[in-house]
């Protein structure tokens, strides 16, 4: 008796061991659409703000990260209520709409950036450094870089998301830089999309 107890006790903890032992999660680079976008009053995100999601079922990692990225991930160029963005419609009554819906959204939607598009800014990632010491910090897989303090403390318990995150080598954001051209539907450099401006 004693054996099989001493074995399904080493058994357990090397099947703890391996679930632990890695610290690269699949998963980091994945896409992802934030929860905000199934709201019909979203009407987008601020290339000057850095978003984590920490519950997303999309992801393998739970982090949705949305990195410096403008307007909605399922809409690349817009609505047509947004006066900034009517120049560069085509056709004019091209609508934002939720993920698995119809009906056009009733609030303004800039166009996402032609050189900051959700495949640079938006996906799936982890914390890879912070402050936390009791925080299992993972290892960003090839490709991806650990950008420090990407998040900064927020007022949590703990100081919970704050810390570095993956991301994808080379899209690290500088406002200096920043490009400012927004996506044009007419010139078509975010990709194609249906009549109610969703991704094809």
Known sequence: ????????????????????????????????TPEDEYTDQFSGYSVNEVNVESRSFQCETRICLVNHFQGRVSCPYGNALSTENIRNMEPADLKCVMPGETEPLQVAVAPQLADRRANDAVYCSCRCSGSDKNVRYCECPSGFQCQNDLVQKLDLPGGQLAGGYCIREGTAYDNRLAAVAPCSARAGDCGTVDPNGQPQ
């Open 1 to 32: 008796m004693s054996r099989t107890i001493a074995f399904s006790s080493v058994l357990s903890a090397w099947v703890l061991g391996s679930l632990l032992a890695g610290c690269t999660p699949g998963g980091v680079g994945d896409p992802c």
